[in-house]
């Protein structure tokens, strides 16, 4: 209500676009819809497990990829598993990603699927709308995803990343995955916001509040349904409106003094499609939330996993290291070499690690009319989700899908998969429009360290992946940092 307010009082002075209906994420209200919707349906569900089952739903909240992977092999390519109380619709393998990301994208609405329940912190930001809606909000932020202004970036990414690693030494333990998580914070805070992400001296650190508020979608599924004071979801409610009041400031300082930078949020106040119409403050603060969230989590956990893996492959850190200093020698990486392809090995190596841990791992939605794939019937209305981590792991596409092997991305052999096969930024006109951001992001802070450093798992640590809101280490990922030395015996020097 607050924000239709926000924007009739907005739309006085200049016109803006018409946002999406208000949906209710009440979860009772949720669950009685999805209730009646289900029994409403009179096509059959194509074939799977429909009755409910508790333990099924422990497991796919605990490690869904092994429970994906057994009804892919039983049911096929399309099946159906009931997940707390509804059925769900998987669709798996390169057609499936294919059809639903790509040549059939419009009979499935994210809204109205499980990127709803995001709403009640990220607002009606690109994850949470559809249609001409969604159309014209990325439009207008399509220019700040260009490749030299992603390239820029650097700028406040490599310093970001030197005052990080600033404190590494000899012997240290790290947690790799909090390292990463508040440095990636600080990156988007500054190169997508301008924002200061310690906050002004004495006063609100929007950092923690995003982490404060965000931390709710982490909570086991039953806390979060629940609601009333001192509930996850009270607590999750007022970070956001702490976080929110910060936000607003910031969108009404930079309108009336005009204050402008190369940040995302000075092209979003400016910013206006086709018709002139602009975004209204409430509109703003969803997108600017919504990339907050969409871009710190899924580099952190990228970069994290890219190390563990590495951890376990030293010949593939020689490969990278030897790389690293043919073409580079000892200096920084440019935005440009680093988005251009120069250093290959370190490109196959992260597209190898988003193969087998794609943080975005599924793509839920729901359908809007009833269709056919793989020979099975789809009711509309109904929630069908992608996967990639599934697909990914599909020993027919992916041989050997357990092990990290880099070299299946060397330009040939990707150029060489079956469309769709391989889809850890999604597909079609939805694409990741961060990926650009995310993958420069990723080889800096992969580039910095590997000049100087050499990453040992913590004696006794074993990866247990958990799957919410994204894929990551669960506890954390301990290292243990090792200053490279050079043949010579000299430390690198640390590259300016
Ligand atoms: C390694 C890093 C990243 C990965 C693996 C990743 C992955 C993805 C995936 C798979 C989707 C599609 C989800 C679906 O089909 O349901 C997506 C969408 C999106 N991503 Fe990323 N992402 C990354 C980084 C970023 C960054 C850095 C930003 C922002 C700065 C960002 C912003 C977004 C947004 C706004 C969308 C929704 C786009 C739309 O619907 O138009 N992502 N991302």
């Avoid at 294919?98 to 607002?123: K, Q, T």
């Avoid at 992608?386 to 020993?395: E, G, M």
């Avoid at 910095?448 to 050499?454: G, H, P, V, Y």
Wanted: proline fraction near 7%; glycine fraction near 8%; include cysteine.
């Amino acid at each position: 209500m607050a924000g239709a307010q926000r924007r009739l009082r907005f739309s006085a002075s200049m016109s803006s676009f018409a946002g999406p209906p208000p949906l209710s994420t009440n979860p009772l209200r949720k669950l009685a819809t999805d209730l009646l919707s289900e029994r409403a349906i009179d096509v059959p569900f194509p074939p799977g497990e429909t009755r409910p089952n508790l333990r099924r739903t422990q497991r796919f909240a605990l490690n869904p990829l092994f429970l994906l992977l057994e009804a892919y092999e039983r049911y096929g390519p399309v099946f159906t598993l009931r997940i707390f109380h509804a059925n769900s619709v998987f669709m798996l393998g390169p057609d499936a990603n294919h059809y639903m990301a790509v040549s059939h994208a419009a009979n499935f609405s994210w809204r109205e699927g499980h990127m709803g329940d995001l709403i009640p912190f990220l607002g009606d930001g690109l994850l949470t709308i559809d249609g001409d809606f969604h159309r014209r909000s990325r439009r207008v932020m399509l220019p700040a995803f260009h490749h030299e202004r992603v390239a820029r970036a650097i700028e406040v990414m490599a310093p970001e990343i030197e005052r990080a690693l600033a404190g590494w030494r000899e012997g240290a333990r790290v947690d790799l995955y909090a390292w990463t998580r508040r440095l990636a914070m600080r990156i988007a805070m500054r190169a997508l916001f301008g924002l200061d992400p310690d906050g002004a001296a004495g006063r609100i650190n929007p950092a923690a509040l995003f982490e404060q508020a965000l931390s709710f979608y982490s909570r086991d599924y039953f806390l979060q349904v629940l609601r009333g004071p001192r509930t996850p979801y009270a607590q999750m409610q007022a970070a956001r409106a702490e976080l929110d009041g910060v936000l607003f400031e910031e969108i009404r300082r930079r309108r009336a003094t005009g204050e402008r930078g190369e940040d995302i949020l000075s092209l979003l106040l400016d910013a206006t499609d086709e018709d002139g119409d602009h975004l209204s403050e409430q509109q703003i603060r969803d997108e600017v939330v919504t990339l907050l969230f969409a871009g710190h989590d899924t580099t952190t956990s990228t970069v994290a996993f890219l190390f563990h893996e590495l951890a376990l492959h030293p010949d593939v850190v020689d490969r990278l290291v030897a790389e690293q200093e043919t073409v580079l020698g000892e200096r920084s990486p440019q935005a440009d070499e680093l988005m251009g392809g120069q250093l290959k090995e370190l490109d196959m190596a992260l597209d190898e690690t988003l193969r087998m841990y794609p943080p975005a791992w599924i793509g839920p939605r729901r359908s809007i009319e009833s269709f056919e794939f793989a020979g099975a019937v789809v009711p509309g209305g109904v929630p069908v989700n992608y996967c990639s981590w599934a697909s990914h792991h599909l020993p027919g596409v992916f041989p050997d899908p357990e092990s990290f092997r880099p070299e299946r991305f060397t330009p040939e052999a990707k150029a060489a998969l079956p469309k769709g096969a391989y889809v850890p930024f999604g597909g079609g006109s939805r694409i990741c429009i961060g990926m650009r951001f995310g993958q420069l992001e990723v080889k800096v802070i992969a580039a910095k360290i590997l000049a100087r450093f050499r990453l040992e798992l913590a004696p006794g640590y074993r990866l247990s992946v958990r799957q919410m809101p994204t894929i990551g280490p669960r506890g954390g990922m301990p290292v243990i940092v090792r200053e490279r030395r050079r043949s010579a015996g000299r430390p690198l020097a640390a590259a300016a």
